[in-house]
């Protein structure tokens, strides 16, 4: 009887010693998944949204996502230098038409002129321009001011239209890389014999990177283009409106 009792008290130790073990294995098992699982999420986190779209950018080919690069970057270099050009052509208007009556009704057309010369902006040459056929008369004056702002209208419109064409012409990449994106991707099935996802994920994913990345381009420059034209357009008009002032202004002076 002792010995059946010391039988089972072995027995007993030995299962609960294995079940033990295996508890111990499955719990560094699951720890060692866990801290795998955490470092994999901790690298993918450490990546910066820099790296990340390098990453992207060279998975969708040097090819068409160079040519779209291009874009962006010559779309961009012309919107700057619009977005400056406009600035400095941006004149106060009415302090420049005051400045411009008082030099009138205090030293006559030249004095006008040089508060002209000393002002920049499309609208100061207007009104210099203006100014210097006054000496004619009124119907030389405005002639002289319509076609001038005509000139500095083009001068505010310089290089607008390259801008409209790289926001074409992204997206219009982006689409054929997504094109021969599909295509390699048929290629690979047909020469495979098979329908593989692994075979058409490549493709696939070369052309949404594309397109991806054509649509981004053409979203910025758009929201440039925008700035730009509404800029534009609130020069002309301020331009129009100090042309029809400087008209007043020399009728009233000629009387």
């Known amino acids: 009887m002792k010995r059946l009792f010391s039988i089972l008290a072995i027995t007993c130790l030995l299962a609960l010693g294995t079940v033990n073990a295996n ?7 699951a720890t060692a998944t866990v801290t795998s699982v955490t470092q994999d999420d901790a690298a993918a986190e450490d990546l910066t949204f820099h790296q990340e779209l390098k990453k992207r950018f060279i998975e969708g080919g040097p090819g068409f996502m160079g040519i779209v690069l291009l874009c ?18 941006t004149t106060n208007t009415k302090k420049l038409t005051q400045n411009v009556e008082d030099a009138l009704n205090s030293g006559g057309i030249e004095a006008a002129k040089e508060v002209c010369r000393n002002t920049k902006g499309p609208v100061a040459s207007i009104f210099y321009q203006g100014l210097d056929r006054a000496d004619e008369d ?37 689409f054929m890389g997504t094109v021969i994106g599909m295509i390699q991707a048929f290629d690979k099935i047909e020469a495979a014999g098979d329908m593989q996802p692994s075979l058409v994920a490549g493709g696939i994913k070369v052309a949404l990177l594309t397109t991806v990345f054509g649509l981004i381009v053409a ?37």
Do not use: C
């Open 72 to 89: 962006l970057i010559l779309g961009l270099a012309i919107a700057i230098e619009r977005i400056i050009f406009l600035n400095l052509s």
């Open 23 to 29: 508890a111990t294995t499955a719990f560094a098992s």
């Open 138 to 174: 009124i119907d030389a004056a405005e002639k002289a001011v319509v076609a001038y702002g005509g000139v500095q209208m083009g001068q505010l419109e310089k290089n607008v239209s390259w801008i409209s064409l790289f926001i074409a012409l992204a997206p219009m990449l982006g």
């Open 219 to 255: 979203i910025i420059l758009q929201i440039f283009y925008n700035y730009i034209i509404a800029k534009i357009d609130s020069i002309v008009n301020d331009m129009e409106d100090a042309s029809i002032t400087l008209m007043d202004l020399l009728v009233r002076h000629k009387k």
